[in-house]
């Protein structure tokens, strides 16, 4: 499949994980890809070796997702490196979670900062480069539709926003013909959620499939998006979860 053959994507939180799989997709479905990454430069090198290896062109970018000047700047780096810009995925995330009364200001801030503003600054940036057809994807969690059990309202309520930008830059950008939407992860096998983890169990319990999703899963559907196939797509909420909020 070469549906994104020609097309320029740009990647945050790359390096691993969800991230990872999204851009090597991405680039196996013909797109040149560029991603961020925070600190992980042993994974980024991997990644991006595996693109050049599918003879894509590739940019790994050192960002802070919590720096908005940074998170701008990977745009413009991978507009000008790259030679344009068609899809951006914000994927960047991390997972604070334990009691409200326990939560720092600190780790409120960045989750803020990472999750929301990051998603906003990096879409208002690359809208400016899209032409006709663009493709914002943001990357949610299905803790953000129904959550379950406690200890993770700064997450939920980080992850929740995802859902009121993706459907006001839709009706936005709409006009010209960019599509925005958001994909909602389940539990997803990743280093920040493994199937072997102290709540495993109880999260496939919760799961009408009954077991974990991979990577791979999130990337097939992030793809559909990008491509043709999804051009009327745009303004939803769509959950990859393994019927864990059915």
Excluded: W
Aim: proline share 4%.
């Amino acid at each position: 499949m070469a549906e994104l053959t020609g097309r320029v994507a740009l990647v945050t939180g790359g390096s691993r994980g969800i991230g990872a799989a999204i851009a090597t997709r991405l680039a196996e479905d013909g797109a040149d890809v560029a991603f961020t990454f925070h600190s992980a430069k042993a994974q980024a090198d991997a990644v991006a070796e595996r693109i050049q290896g599918l003879g894509r062109r590739v940019v790994a970018i050192q960002a802070d997702s919590a720096d908005p000047a940074a998170v701008t700047e990977a745009v413009e780096r991978a507009a000008r490196e790259l030679g344009r810009l068609d899809v951006l995925v914000n994927n960047a995330g991390i997972f604070p979670h334990g009691p409200i009364e326990e939560v720092s200001a600190e780790d409120r801030d960045r989750a803020i900062a990472v999750h929301v503003t990051a998603s906003f600054v990096a879409s208002q940036a690359a809208s400016r480069h899209f032409g006709s057809g663009g493709r914002i994807i943001n990357i949610g969690s299905n803790l953000a539709q129904r959550v379950p059990f406690g200890g993770i309202a700064l997450y939920a309520m980080t992850k929740s926003a995802l859902d009121g930008l993706t459907k006001a830059l839709a009706r936005e950008l709409g006009p010209r013909a960019i599509t925005v939407n958001t994909v909602h992860p389940g539990s997803t096998e990743s280093d920040m959620n493994p199937p072997d983890g102290p709540t495993a169990d109880t999260q496939r319990s919760l799961s009408a499939l009954g077991h974990y999703g991979v990577p791979a899963d999130i990337a097939a559907t992030v793809s559909h998006l990008a491509g043709d196939s999804g051009r009327i797509i745009t303004g939803a909420s769509i959950l990859v979860d393994g019927g864990t909020n059915a």
